[in-house]
């Protein structure tokens, strides 16, 4: 609802909302749970940029204190951190065990975010790469595009032969022989200006120039697979 | 800077020695200095379409192998200045053409020529492979019949990928058409593929159209290129198409069918 009048406060109104929010925190990395050095560095620190921490809230990683084997103790690592003016508001990465004792100590694990460690780098997606050939397909010439798209800007001769495991785009006449999806996949297609195929072939299901319709020579087409069956139909309605 | 440029076709019997020979004759008639290579080592014929096969004393082979040099295996032409020709050796095969040999008798070439033509034996095998591979320019030689133009598009494919300035990542070689034997009452007929259907398999510049003559085979077998012969219709179209490769632009001329009048008809003539 977008007009509300003000006075109107019905039982019906909620009194909190709860919503998603990003926030940036300073993130303090533990390498070793002495709090004598915890806290002779963190006067060190202070005494560089008085006043850099009051009240500022920190998550604490836990990554460099995972094989430490007196664990933490967590009560006091958050005193010693709140009399220098940070406020930690929860834990990251670390044991399940170290996990645990943070809970209990009332500081709640975050969610572990993609950006954390050299080893969790986002995945990168590789393109897939359509290979573009620019010349005419000459008889003899056989091209092949693995793991991608074939596309031709000129005639495919005949007795050439043009291969992809993807689709074959082909800008001018198709005169050889045009095979897509050659790993299996049925979903690829070919498209021709011109069709005047030796063979066309789809995940392996193949016409021959005699199997193809006259009526259909010469015009630009496109050749697909429905339900295991060549279809060749008019690339223009 | 001298160029290089290869007379090819695939298939066998269309023209290439032919071409090969009125081209560079043309050229040297026009004033260039011009050489004509047969690479068809083993089935040495251009000494014989240029009339020459008497003078022959040493050939290609003989200079690759470093047995002979160069002005000793040449032969100048008697009837057009600045006209030569090295032969192929008919006792050896193509085997001897090695990529090095001949890159070393064209670079030599190149210091005293402008222009080198070679003529290419037929097929897709070595010497073919050499006569193209440091071509800069090829004259591709196609009739107007099925099989020509599927071998003459293996060809166009093969310069494409295969030649040294492919290889290497040059610009490519320069592709010229040659339509030879070429019968305009026929193409009309449906004989024969029209200049128009080559054209549209082919997809490269029409550099010229040979009729169909009886002076080819006449010249050929009188040992004279046929650009030589006046009146003959063969002969003009051929100065046409060195002109042509020359930059001059020229209507294509033979290419119609020519209805015969009627003085003609009664006397015949052709």
Known sequence: ?237 | MATVIVVTSGKGGVGKTTTSASFATGLAQRGYRTVVIDFDVGLRNLDLIMGCERRVVYDFINIINGEANLNQALIRDKRVESLYILPASQTRDKEALTKEGVERVLNDLKQSFEYIVCDSPAGIERGALMALYFADEALVVTNPEVSSVRDSDRILGILASRSRRAEQGEPPVKEHLVLARYAPERADRGDMLSVEDVLEILGIPLLGVIPESQNVLQSSNAGVPVILEDGSDAGAAYGDLVDRFLGKNLPHRFITSQKKGFLKRLFGGS
């Open chain 1, 1 to 237: 609802m977008l007009l509300q009048s003000p006075r109107f406060t019905g039982e019906d109104n909620p009194p909190f909302e709860l919503k998603g929010s990003l926030f940036t925190l300073t993130v303090l990395h533990l390498f070793h749970p002495d709090r004598a050095a915890i806290e002779r560095h963190l006067v060190e620190k202070i005494k560089q940029a008085p006043g850099f921490f009051s009240n500022t809230p920190v998550v604490i990683d836990l990554d460099g204190v995972v094989n430490s084997p007196d664990g933490v103790d967590f009560s006091g690592l958050y005193e010693l951190l709140r009399r220098h003016g940070m406020v930690p508001v929860g834990i990251r990465n670390g044991s399940p065990e170290l996990q645990t004792s943070a809970r209990q100590a009332g500081l709640p694990t975050l969610p572990e975010s993609r950006a954390t460690g050299a080893t969790r780098k986002p995945e990168r997606v590789e393109p897939v790469h359509s290979r573009i050939f620019s010349h005419p397909v000459r008889s003899g010439q056989q091209i092949y595009a693995p793991d991608g798209d074939l596309i031709v800007l000129g005639t495919v001769s005949a007795g050439a032969e043009v291969i992809a495991d993807g689709n074959i785009h082909i800008y001018g006449a198709l005169r050889g022989r045009a095979l897509a999806g050659v790993k299996g996949d049925v979903e690829p297609r070919i498209f021709c200006q011109s069709l005047e195929a030796e063979l066309v072939s789809i995940a392996g299901r193949y016409r021959i120039s005699e199997q193809i319709d006259p009526a259909d020579r010469g015009k630009a087409m496109q050749i697909h697979l429905v339900e295991d069956r060549l279809i060749i139909e008019h690339l223009t309605r």
